[in-house]
């Protein structure tokens, strides 16, 4: 069982940065891979960044390559998303997930928090 908790949205301009956090609660935190979705109104939840339990293993979602970044640090329970180069259609509710596999699809990912909202200005 893995309880998770997203903090770090907020409103920004676009071409600015966000790092979002995400917080877990678990004993086996560092068995899961751990992606983030986002979800903008309307639309389908998509797919964004995950790592996996090996932290040298990053994939990314081809619209934010190259402007975020995933890490983790397995010692303090923590997953993070840096952001940079935001763009206006980066607006949406984002999500941290823990999956036992690495995916890109949401269905493969069990454990979810509630989310943080990142709103980029044009």
């Known amino acids: 069982q893995v309880s998770l908790v997203e903090s770090g949205g907020g409103l920004v301009q676009a071409g600015g940065s966000l790092r979002l956090s995400c917080a877990a609660s678990?004993?086996?935190?560092?068995?899961?891979?751990m992606g983030w979705f986002r979800q903008a109104p309307g639309k389908e939840r998509e797919f964004v960044a995950g790592?996996?339990?090996?932290?040298?293993?990053?994939w990314f979602t081809d619209s934010v390559k190259g402007r975020f970044t995933i890490s983790r640090d397995n010692a303090k329970k923590m997953v993070y998303l840096q952001m940079n180069s935001l763009k206006p259609e980066d607006t949406a509710l984002y999500y941290c997930?823990?999956?036992?596999?690495?995916?890109?699809?949401?269905?493969?990912?069990?454990?979810w928090g509630q989310g943080t909202q990142v709103t980029v200005s044009s």
């Open positions: 997930a823990a999956s036992t596999v690495t995916g890109t699809s949401a269905w493969e990912y069990d454990y």
């Open positions: 678990g004993r086996t935190f560092d068995t899961y891979a």
């Open positions: 790592i996996g339990w090996i932290v040298t293993r990053t």
